[in-house]
């Protein structure tokens, strides 16, 4: 056994000269869909890039590390890996999920369910009594989003795992909005983390793609034998730059969340501001357990304003250096408007039940020069009239 190192220099080095023929510093791409047999009956490590590709395991095995975890599955998307771990659950199983999940991971668990390939339920997490009424059910598996989106809503992922423990459903973390730089589930007792590396550990926003990631190497059979069955695993080209990204997953995390805390600070100040969602300030309510679970409070906010739909308008066509885009976890800060934007198809009555507003923008702070950003919010905000 290697002696354990330091996440960062896992980060930034994991298989780092470890080609032998000539000597590579950065691990080389293998685009090659096939490999050669040594000879009749004698196949080498590597077959068919489906089943496994050389980058691609480094990927996984750089992932496993940082995550905690036995070994992982890197996949097409995070939606497929999402996917992947609900391949556990079969027609007479139950999944539980967060009423306030990814909208992607709504609109699966939806679909499969009405495919007859589960059953599921949607409970919010904090409300311990839900939980425990839902867990009664003898649920397979049970899903967990911390912090949650569009509004950063901080769960327990021990005390769940606990509950969980208890009735023997496996647990899920979704992980993409802190990356394992801010959180490692497996440690609090989750059995799954589920990514997509499209987010932060990419960062660049030039890959889509995913990861499951297990705790116990007893997982791995089943869930890599699916995932080559079902043909989600990701390319080499997407693994290559998705390990190139995640180089400088730290540096880029620990910047990223010191604007986010700025920039929480400047709107929280602000009197067209009536809300910040951002669990680093000492008013949101799940401030208390993410000091506790996590490593840093991120670089993902939103925030109301309080003269709506118009206010939002003028703030979003006002913005230069923030753009008006979907996604997250990159470089450059981006602002989207969840009503007409992420959360668009999960109707008014729903949106209204998970206290998604008019005026609410989400933000994902990047790595720009902090007086940029907040210059930025300041003439946008100054857009809105009276
Ligand atoms: C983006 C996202 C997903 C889906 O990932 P894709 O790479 O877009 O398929 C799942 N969960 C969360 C929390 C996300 O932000």
């Given at each position: 056994?290697?002696?354990?190192?330091?996440?960062?220099?896992?980060?930034?080095?994991?298989?780092?000269?470890?080609?032998?023929?000539?000597?590579?510093?950065?691990?080389?791409?293998?685009?090659?869909?096939?490999?050669?047999?040594?000879?009749?009956?004698?196949?080498?490590?590597?077959?068919?890039?489906?089943?496994?590709?050389?980058?691609?395991?480094?990927?996984?095995?750089?992932?496993?590390?940082?995550?905690?975890?036995?070994?992982?599955?890197?996949?097409?998307?995070?939606?497929?890996?999402?996917?992947?771990v609900l391949s556990l659950a079969g027609s007479a199983d139950l999944v539980i999920a967060?009423?306030?999940?990814?909208?992607?991971?709504?609109?699966?668990l939806?679909?499969r369910r009405d495919k007859g390939q589960f059953d599921v339920i949607?409970?919010?997490?904090?409300?311990?009594?839900?939980?425990?009424?839902a867990l009664a059910r003898k649920p397979k598996l049970v899903?967990?989003?911390?912090?949650?989106?569009?509004?950063?809503?901080?769960?327990?992922?021990?005390?769940?795992?606990?509950?969980?423990?208890?009735v023997g459903a496996r647990?899920?973390?979704?992980?993409?909005?802190?990356?394992?730089?801010?959180?490692?589930?497996?440690?609090?007792?989750?059995?799954?983390?589920?990514?997509?590396?499209?987010?932060?550990?990419?960062?660049?926003?030039?890959?889509?793609?995913?990861?499951?990631?297990?705790?116990?190497?007893?997982?791995?059979?089943p869930?890599?034998?699916?995932?080559?069955?079902?043909?989600?695993?990701?390319?080499?080209?997407?693994?290559?730059?998705?390990?190139?990204?995640?180089?400088?997953?730290?540096?880029?995390?620990?910047?990223?969340?010191?604007?986010?805390?700025?920039?929480?600070?400047?709107?929280?100040?602000?009197?067209?501001?009536?809300?910040?969602?951002?669990?680093?300030?000492?008013?949101?309510?799940?401030?208390?357990?993410?000091?506790?679970?996590?490593?840093?409070?991120?670089?993902?906010?939103?925030?109301?304003?309080?003269?709506?739909?118009?206010?939002?308008?003028?703030?979003?066509?006002?913005?230069?250096?923030?753009?008006?885009?979907?996604?997250?976890?990159?470089?450059?800060?981006?602002?989207?408007?969840?009503?007409?934007?992420?959360?668009?198809?999960?109707?008014?009555?729903?949106?209204?039940?998970?206290?998604?507003?008019?005026?609410?923008?989400?933000?994902?702070?990047?790595?720009?020069?902090?007086?940029?950003?907040?210059?930025?919010?300041?003439?946008?905000?100054?857009?809105?009239?009276?």
């Amino acid at each position: 056994m290697a002696e354990e190192r330091d996440p960062r220099t896992i980060a930034a080095a994991n298989g780092v000269a470890s080609e032998e023929v000539f000597g590579a510093v950065a691990p080389p791409l293998y685009l090659s869909s096939t490999f050669a047999f040594a000879g009749f009956e004698r196949n080498r490590s590597y077959e068919y890039s489906r089943t496994a590709n050389p980058g691609r395991d480094l990927l996984a095995d750089t992932l496993a590390k940082l995550e905690g975890g036995a070994g992982a599955v890197v996949t097409s998307s995070g939606m497929a890996a999402v996917d992947l771990v609900l391949s556990l659950a079969g027609s007479a199983d139950l999944v539980i999920a967060p009423h306030d999940c990814y909208g992607g991971t709504y609109r699966l668990l939806s679909a499969r369910r009405d495919k007859g390939q589960f059953d599921v339920i949607f409970v919010d997490q904090s409300d311990r009594a839900a939980l425990a009424a839902a867990l009664a059910r003898k649920p397979k598996l049970v899903l967990i989003e911390t912090p949650s989106n569009p509004l950063l809503r901080v769960v327990d992922i021990h005390q769940i795992a606990v509950c969980c423990k208890e009735v023997g459903a496996r647990v899920a973390v979704d992980n993409t909005f802190l990356s394992p730089a801010l959180q490692r589930p497996i440690g609090l007792g989750a059995d799954f983390v589920v990514h997509s590396t499209t987010k932060y550990l990419n960062g660049h926003s030039d890959v889509v793609g995913g990861a499951l990631i297990y705790g116990d190497a007893a997982d791995a059979e089943p869930l890599h034998s699916w995932a080559n069955i079902t043909g989600v695993t990701g390319s080499p080209f997407d693994a290559y730059l998705t390990l190139r990204g995640l180089r400088t997953l730290y540096p880029r995390i620990e910047r990223q969340q010191a604007n986010a805390a700025a920039v929480a600070s400047y709107l929280a100040a602000h009197p067209a501001v009536s809300a910040v969602y951002y669990p680093g300030l000492a008013t949101h309510p799940g401030h208390a357990i993410a000091c506790a679970q996590q490593m840093g409070f991120g670089a993902m906010l939103s925030f109301e304003l309080a003269g709506g739909l118009e206010a939002v308008r003028r703030f979003v066509e006002a913005v230069r250096v923030f753009t008006l885009a979907e996604s997250l976890g990159g470089v450059e800060s981006l602002v989207a408007h969840p009503v007409t934007m992420t959360h668009a198809g999960m109707g008014e009555e729903a949106r209204r039940e998970a206290g998604i507003g008019d005026g609410l923008l989400r933000l994902s702070v990047g790595l720009e020069a902090e007086a940029d950003l907040i210059s930025d919010l300041k003439q946008a905000l100054s857009a809105i009239p009276d």
